[in-house]
T-cell receptor, first 113, second 116 residues
Framework: QKEVEQNSGPLSVPEGAIASLNCTYS??????FFWYRQYSGKSPELIMSIYSNGDKEDGRFTAQLNKASQYVSLLIRDSQPSDSATYLC?????????????FGQGTTLQVKP | GAVVSQHPSWVICKSGTSVKIECRSLDFQATTMFWYRQFPKQSLMLMAT?????????EQGVEKDKFLINHASLTLSTLTVTSAHPEDSSFYIC????????????FGPGTRLTVL
């Protein structure tokens, strides 16, 4: 069973702090990794994609990938109350050429003013 | 860019009726579209994968005769919930990919279905 694991949280950080969200995956064949943000009652919104080992920065967001450790993370700098949401880690299935996403359960982030 | 729309955004229907949900990629051609459902406080559950012009591939446990999927063009896929029952009430979300097995999925805003 291919799995993506996330701590469900809630992760609570004060406004302005760095929020660190972590994710591990079991499928060594996976090559594509994504972070989505989902507000309550809404559909997922793409934040970042990452395909290569190392860091990828986009504004206040930095995604980090370590394929050897099968680990991907998302850092949110200068966290704002509007960042409060569930963050979904997703990995494209490594085999079968299906393009199917395997989602983690999501980490709930609470940014307190 | 990469905008996906869904219609309707919400629907209430009587038990036994059928409901059609449309998913459109507005500014790109979607080689592959995916249909998910999500129950409260749970993660997304993939129902099926559809490629333009071919039959959808359903996930294990999803009844293909109950959830009819048609991917008629590179910008439109439809999901029809046939003979809906209260247990079919859920949040249905589609996503679209431009192509390639590693390509990003862009999600529609979702359709909330309530079956009375």
């Amino acid at each position: 069973q291919k799995e993506v694991e996330q701590n469900s949280g809630p992760l609570s950080v004060p406004e302005g702090a760095i929020a660190s969200l972590n994710c591990t995956y079991s499928d060594r064949g996976s090559q594509s990794f994504f972070w989505y943000r989902q507000y309550s009652g809404k559909s997922p919104e793409l934040i970042m994609s990452i395909y290569s080992n190392g860091d990828k920065e986009d504004g206040r967001f930095t995604a980090q990938l370590n394929k050897a450790s099968q680990y991907v993370s998302l850092l949110i700098r200068d966290s704002q109350p509007s960042d409060s949401a569930t963050y979904l880690c997703a990995v494209i299935e490594g085999s079968g050429n299906t393009g199917k996403l395997i989602f983690g359960q999501g980490t709930t982030l609470q940014v307190k003013p | 860019g990469a905008v996906v729309s869904q219609h309707p955004s919400w629907v209430i229907c009587k038990s036994g009726t059928s409901v059609k949900i449309e998913c459109r990629s507005l500014d790109f051609q979607a080689t592959t579209m995916f249909w998910y459902r999500q129950f409260p406080k749970q993660s997304l559950m993939l129902m099926a994968t559809s490629n333009e012009g071919s039959k959808a591939t359903y996930e294990q446990g999803v009844e293909k005769d109950k959830f009819l999927i048609n991917h008629a063009s590179l910008t439109l896929s439809t999901l029809t919930v046939t003979s809906a029952h209260p247990e079919d009430s859920s949040f249905y979300i589609c996503s679209a990919s431009m192509g390639g097995i590693t390509d990003t999925q862009y999600f529609g805003p979702g359709t909330r279905l309530t079956v009375l």
